[in-house]
């Protein structure tokens, strides 16, 4: 099963935490057509390119990310997936979903969103508390974010999930956990719960090597994760992967995919792409091809018009870079994003996709020592982190390389 995902880039102001491209602009200024049709050219593009080595993907999920892709005229993103239904095969339970801002979501939107074939949508909330909010820099309120969730339940999009942050400087445990608890009663069954990282190159990253962004104590944001975990599973709000909650069944399918390693197809200005390089290598999945396209939005809507599909990757035209990934080198990545779930990664089945003995000297005896600290277990073929160390899980994946 692989997954298609459509960035976005354009928000009504950049936030200081982000580090996902994005530009901040007005509505108005968005050219909503043209962006379209550069991404429908670089669709029919990639469908030729990807046919053309032997690889016909059927999809099971669509996800337009960003950015704020709720800024985008609905009957333009609607133009958009009805063409990306008719160029690529699809499941029949496909889940489509849209990433909105409660500045742009309200009812009429949700209900043109609905209209035009979405059945997700994932509402950046963020927080609850004013002056969290302002913090963060963003532009709705609390109000604001309610009444976005409430205009969401309430407009017939069968699917419905939001974002929230923890581990903000002087947030207590129990107001991270108050704060799940109030979006879980609101009777949403997926729930995104993300610690504050600080990225070098955003703003937040500038002024705290200037020594001017206030921290959060790394116990007490340790202690809130566990305070948020315990809440939300009180709720019936399974935690499925480190940062997801959702009712059983109602887990994000797109995010599913890729953290089990599937295809995905990025279309965009920015996005990512990562197919199975059938052309040039072996049987199943040995080798793989992951790329990165233009980040600059008029580059990028240039380029599509010269797409060339004899190549995937760097080289392509829209591509800015391209890496050809070994079998090695996918299984490291399975195994970073597989432990991040609590279903964990299938080790043995890995390999044998990848065409390889995973189970290595040195990676029996990694597994063995993290065993022995309470950080891993593995049953049969299929590790998982115990959910106590899931706070350490890129480190545990890192001994398994
Ligand atoms: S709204 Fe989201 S994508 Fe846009 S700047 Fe803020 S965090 Fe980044």
Same mark, same amino acid.
């Given at each position: 099963m692989a997954s298609l995902y459509i960035h976005f880039p354009w928000c009504l102001a950049k936030c200081p935490y982000c580090d996902f491209v994005s530009y901040a602009t007005d509505r108005e200024s968005i050219d909503h057509a043209g962006y379209a049709d550069a991404v429908l050219r670089e669709?029919?593009?990639?469908?030729?390119?990807?046919?053309?080595?032997?690889?016909?993907?059927?999809?099971?999920?669509? /996800?337009?990310?960003?950015?704020?892709?709720?800024?985008? =005229?609905?009957?333009?993103?609607?133009?958009?997936?009805?063409?990306?239904?008719?160029? /690529?095969?699809?499941?029949?339970?496909? =889940?489509?979903?849209?990433? !909105?801002?409660?500045?742009?979501?309200?009812?009429?939107?949700?209900?043109?969103?609905?209209?035009?074939?979405?059945?997700?949508?994932?509402?950046?909330?963020?927080?609850?508390?004013?002056?969290?909010?302002? /913090?963060?820099?963003?532009?709705?309120?609390p109000d604001g974010a309610r009444l976005a969730i409430a205009a969401a339940l309430a407009s017939g999009i069968p699917r419905v999930s939001t974002d929230l942050i923890f581990g903000l400087p002087d947030q207590s445990i129990e107001d991270a956990r108050d704060q799940a608890f109030a979006l879980a009663a609101t009777g949403l069954k997926h729930l995104s719960c993300y610690q504050l990282t600080i990225e070098p190159g955003t703003q937040f990253g500038e002024r705290k090597k200037r020594g001017l962004l206030?921290?959060?104590?790394?116990?007490?944001?340790?202690?809130? /994760?566990?305070?948020?975990?315990?809440?939300?599973?009180? !709720?019936?709000?399974?935690?499925?992967?480190?940062?997801?909650?959702?009712?059983?069944?109602? =887990?994000?399918?797109?995010?599913?995919?890729?953290?089990?390693?599937?295809?995905?197809? @990025?279309?965009? !200005? &920015?996005?990512?792409?990562?197919?199975?390089?059938?052309?040039?290598?072996?049987?199943?999945?040995?080798? @793989?091809?992951?790329?990165?396209?233009?980040?600059?939005?008029?580059?990028?809507?240039? &380029?599509?018009?010269?797409?060339?599909?004899?190549?995937?990757?760097? @080289?392509?035209?829209?591509?800015?870079? &391209?890496?050809?990934?070994?079998?090695?080198?996918?299984?490291?990545?399975r195994l970073m994003l597989g432990l991040r779930l609590a279903e964990g990664v299938d080790v043995g089945r890995a390999g044998d996709e990848l065409g390889l003995d995973p189970w290595t000297p040195e990676r029996l005896r990694a597994i063995e020592r993290l065993e022995a600290r309470g950080r891993l277990t593995r049953t049969g073929d299929v590790l998982t982190i115990p959910r106590p160390a899931w706070l350490f899980a890129d480190d545990i994946a890192s001994r398994l390389f």
């Open positions: 669709a029919e593009g990639r469908v030729r390119q990807l046919r053309a080595r032997g690889n016909s993907l059927t999809l099971g999920s669509i /996800f337009f990310g960003g950015g704020t892709p709720s800024l985008w =005229e609905p009957q333009e993103l609607g133009r958009v997936l009805a063409r990306l239904r008719t160029l /690529f095969a699809t499941t029949t339970s496909l =889940e489509v979903t849209v990433e !909105c801002n409660p500045t742009s979501l309200d009812e009429a939107r949700a209900r043109a969103l609905h209209g035009v074939g979405v059945d997700r949508l994932s509402i950046g909330t963020q927080s609850l508390r004013a002056e969290q909010l302002k /913090f963060l820099g963003r532009l709705h309120d206030p921290m959060a104590d790394d116990a007490v944001v340790a202690d809130a /994760f566990l305070a948020v975990e315990a809440a939300l599973e009180s !709720c019936g709000l399974r935690h499925y992967e480190i940062s997801n909650y959702a009712v059983p069944g109602e =887990e994000s399918r797109h995010n599913l995919a890729y953290w089990r390693g599937d295809e995905y197809v @990025g279309l965009g !200005c &920015a996005a990512f792409g990562f197919t199975r390089d059938t052309a040039s290598g072996g049987p199943g999945a040995r080798r @793989g091809v992951r790329w990165r396209n233009a980040i600059d939005p008029k580059a990028y809507v240039e &380029a599509t018009k010269h797409l060339r599909t004899d190549m995937l990757g760097e @080289g392509d035209g829209v591509s800015m870079f &391209a890496e050809s990934l070994d079998g090695t080198a996918l299984l490291r990545e």
